[in-house]
């Protein structure tokens, strides 16, 4: 059984950054599939990255170039730099940990984080 913990959130100004943490306990955290997503009160959850067991990872169109997913395995720990905020990103941030990339994307999640804010102002 796996268990995340987002921490990182806060408030920041466009163009600013933040880096968002997701640390995990459980033996099988380095087989899991890691995604990030964000919620907005009026819209539905956005899947924003994913990074697979092995590293490898996929981006949302309007995160692309600017948030990067990595992970460090002997630290249990999954982080997601973000870059040249927009008011836009302004959302709840949670993780979550999936078998794989195609079942994090699918929502087919078996763990989530408990989320933390993130607040971007103009």
């Known amino acids: 059984q796996v268990q995340l913990v987002e921490s990182g959130g806060g408030l920041v100004q466009a163009g600013g950054s933040l880096r968002l943490s997701c640390a995990a306990s459980g033996s099988t955290f380095s087989t899991n599939a890691i995604g990030w997503y964000r919620q907005t009160p009026g819209k539905q959850r956005e899947l924003v990255a994913t990074?697979?067991?092995?590293?490898?990872?996929n981006y949302a169109q309007s995160v692309k170039g600017r948030f990067t997913i990595s992970r460090d395995n002997a630290k249990n720990t999954v982080y997601l730099q973000m870059n040249s905020l927009k008011p836009e990103d302004t959302a709840v941030y949670y993780c979550?940990?999936?078998?794989?990339?195609?079942?994090?994307?699918?929502?087919?999640?078996?763990?989530w984080g408990q989320g933390t804010q993130v607040t971007v102002s103009s």
């Open positions: 979550a940990a999936g078998a794989s990339q195609f079942k994090v994307v699918a929502g087919a999640i078996e763990y």
């Open positions: 990074i697979s067991s092995s590293g490898i990872t």
